[in-house]
């Protein structure tokens, strides 16, 4: 393997573990750590006899854009992160409430990450702890 190779492969390595390795020292939630600016309830539209209701399935929180970011680098980040708070519970975030499920889309100059529950009362929770975060 050539110099160059080598030191790429090891930057790559290196890249991947570093988040791991910054919150073993100091626990912070990982939407704070893409400074997340933006929180929005998540709503589904459900049918009701004729008419629809909005529910709220929790929360969405916009990541600004940064050099390196991508939709699927965010994902694989927090879905890190909320595999490793099974262990380690952080009260405040909203990835820590049980059973969150994670979505990311695009959004314009950053992204959206989708933090939703079935259970009303995870959902809410999930909201008041994205709110917090981002004040």
């Not at 100091?26 to 933006?38: K, M």
């Not at 998540?42 to 529910?55: H, K």
């Not at 994670?102 to 959902?123: E, H, I, K, R």
Request: positive net charge.
């Amino acid at each position: 393997m050539s110099f160059s190779k080598g030191f790429i492969s090891i930057a790559v390595a290196a890249a991947l573990t570093f988040p791991i390795i910054a919150h073993a020292d100091t626990p912070q939630c990982q939407l704070s750590v893409y400074n997340a600016n933006r929180v929005v309830p998540l709503r589904v539209e459900q049918r009701v006899g004729r008419g629809t209701i909005q529910i709220l399935k929790g929360a969405q929180v916009f990541i600004p854009a940064q050099a390196g970011l991508s939709a699927e680098w965010v994902r694989v980040n927090i879905e890190r992160h909320v595999a490793a708070m099974r262990t380690h519970s952080m009260p405040n975030c909203p990835l820590s409430v049980a059973d969150v499920r994670v979505s990311v889309v695009s959004g314009g100059t950053g992204f959206w990450a989708q933090l939703a529950s079935d259970d009303p009362a995870a959902a809410r929770e999930i909201l008041r702890r994205a709110e917090r975060i981002v004040q």
